[in-house]
């Protein structure tokens, strides 16, 4: 494993720590950009603030060649009530790093140092913090704002800590590596009134079984079997009462899948069935369909080069080049659409420290991983702007 030496696991924990106390949010992320500022700073990386209203790049070059590639961590929290009961639980109310981001901070500060102070390279390495990962708002916000025209690089990376997979190791694939991820909303306009006279109303209850029904029909036999797709109505809201038969039913869900065929199918097919019950019932309705996160798709050649600098820190035993897709959602993803790239996965742990998964309240990130974070961008870095390449 590359050694790195300012950048010691003791510093880095005690930086990933700082961050899990304060956490903030979407793209209030003021006092967390401001902590990354100043320690890029104190590198000796220029800095680059405000992309994306709060994104950071920071920005080394060495020598002379022209060669750039980008390395991303996300800054945001979420909005959850922290239960964990340890000395550096959140501080503040209703706000939690539930899901490592103060870790992929922290990791890539690592890098940015052992690289600015030890770093054998030839090119430019852009340290890329970004705001709002988790409303799928930060990545296209910064691509919007310049991102890869200011910092012209040839490909970027990503990498997210992963419950469940043992600490230290790594996965990856070359293609879709997460679900895009797209929100509906269906409002079922009916006629409502007393339960004891049905015949007289438009029951909008009845009409929005049938379509939750339908719903499963999208997957089942419209989606190719080879294809990945999800399709789930999540909430189901009523304006009726015990006794009374209600006007108006809305069914709001989520869709998932790797490819934007599919989702252009799902969105096509639900808004046919959603119109065709409705009408069959005499009921008006709304249909709203929202992509909020694309697929992830990583690109053949920038994944050969995150598995070979993983197995040289690793070795092979600890890398899946071939993980099985998941279907949960990224941001880097509106990045990858426009600029090469490869997301991997860096195991968490399986044990009572690592083993919560994403999203929840007691969930902490394992600073046993934070030294194989930082060397695996050390690594890489340094592969990729090779001095003899």
């Not at 997210?160 to 269906?186: L, Q, R």
């Not at 080879?226 to 038969?245: H, K, L, M, R, W």
Request: hydrophobic residues 40%; contains cysteine; negative net charge.
């Amino acid at each position: 494993m590359v050694q790195l030496r300012k950048a010691s696991h003791t510093q880095m924990k005690h930086w990933r720590r700082h961050l899990h106390q304060h956490p903030e949010t979407e793209f209030d992320v003021i006092d967390t950009a401001a902590f990354v500022v100043q320690k890029l700073t104190e590198f000796g990386v220029q800095v680059h603030q405000g992309i994306g209203k709060i994104g950071i790049v920071g920005q080394l070059t060495k020598g002379s060649s022209t060669k750039a590639i980008g390395l991303r961590a996300d800054m945001d929290a979420l909005a959850i009530q922290e239960l964990n009961q340890f000395s550096h639980k959140s501080l503040n109310d209703g706000q939690m790093h539930a899901c490592g981001h103060d870790g992929h901070t922290s990791m890539l500060l690592g890098a940015a140092q052992e690289l600015a102070t030890h770093g054998d390279f030839d090119g430019t390495v852009y340290f890329i913090f970004q705001p709002d990962e988790e409303h799928g708002a930060g990545a296209q916000a910064m691509i919007d704002d310049g991102l890869f025209e200011r910092f012209p690089m040839q490909a970027i990376y990503g990498l997210h800590n992963m419950p469940g997979m043992p600490a230290g190791e790594m996965a990856m694939n070359s293609g879709g590596v997460m679900a895009s991820e797209d929100n509906f909303k269906i409002v079922i306009k009916g006629r409502g009134g007393h339960a004891s006279q049905p015949h007289h109303h438009i029951d909008p209850l009845v009409i929005g079984a049938e379509i939750l029904l339908a719903l499963q029909t999208i997957v089942s036999r419209n989606i190719d079997p080879e294809q990945q797709a999800v399709v789930s109505a999540t909430e189901f809201i009523t304006d009726g009462a015990v006794n009374v038969i209600p006007s108006t039913v809305t069914i709001t869900g989520d869709c998932r899948s790797f490819s934007e065929a599919v989702q252009d199918l799902i969105e096509a097919r639900m808004a046919q069935l959603v119109a065709g019950i409705c009408q069959a019932h005499g009921a008006d309705h709304e249909f709203e369909y929202n992509r909020v996160f694309w697929a992830t798709i990583n690109t053949p050649h920038e994944t050969q080069a995150a598995g070979k600098a993983a197995v040289a820190l690793l070795g092979q035993e600890k890398v899946d080049l071939a993980c099985r897709p998941k279907t949960i959602s990224e941001d880097f993803a509106s990045m990858l659409r426009v600029k090469e790239g490869c997301y991997a996965f860096l195991g968490n742990g399986v044990d009572s420290v690592g083993g919560c998964m994403l999203h929840n309240p007691h969930y902490d990130f394992n600073d046993d991983i934070l030294e194989t974070g930082a060397a695996y961008w050390v690594t890489l870095a340094q592969q990729e702007l090779n001095l003899s390449a």
